[in-house]
């Protein structure tokens, strides 16, 4: 049985940093693109970033040049390091992994799917 498990979220207040951590089971991930995606309160869920089997790396017009999208296959994870956090970033950010290799950047790309771990940004 496949499962996705996201951690590292919390509260932070503006300026600051999180790393989040997604680890998979149930299967290797090694071959697959990997992503997270957010949705905050009232907003439907959107693309955030995505990492091919590769290590090419894909980002949101919003959190370019702040976040940055890692893997560690040998512990089958993926990684978020969030840095100048703003408040507009709140949201629950989820993990996602497709069956195939290359980024793609739609919900339904994404065959698997995490529950979420909440980010609270502070003014």
């Known amino acids: 049985q496949v499962q996705l498990v996201e951690s590292g979220g919390g509260l932070v207040q503006a300026g600051g940093s999180l790393r989040l951590s997604c680890a998979a089971s149930g299967r290797t991930f090694s071959s697959s693109a990997m992503g997270w995606f957010r949705q905050a309160p009232g907003k439907e869920r959107e693309f955030v970033a995505a990492i091919s089997w590769t290590n090419w790396a894909y980002y949101a017009d919003s959190v370019k040049g702040r976040f940055t999208i890692s893997r560690d296959n040998a512990k089958n994870a993926v990684y978020l390091q969030m840095n100048n956090l703003k408040p507009e970033d709140t949201a629950v950010y989820i993990c996602?992994?497709?069956?195939?290799?290359?980024?793609?950047?739609?919900?339904?790309?994404?065959?698997?799917w995490g529950q979420g771990t909440q980010v609270t940004v502070s003014s």
């Open positions: 996602a992994a497709r069956d195939g290799g290359v980024v793609r950047f739609s919900l339904e790309d994404y065959a698997y």
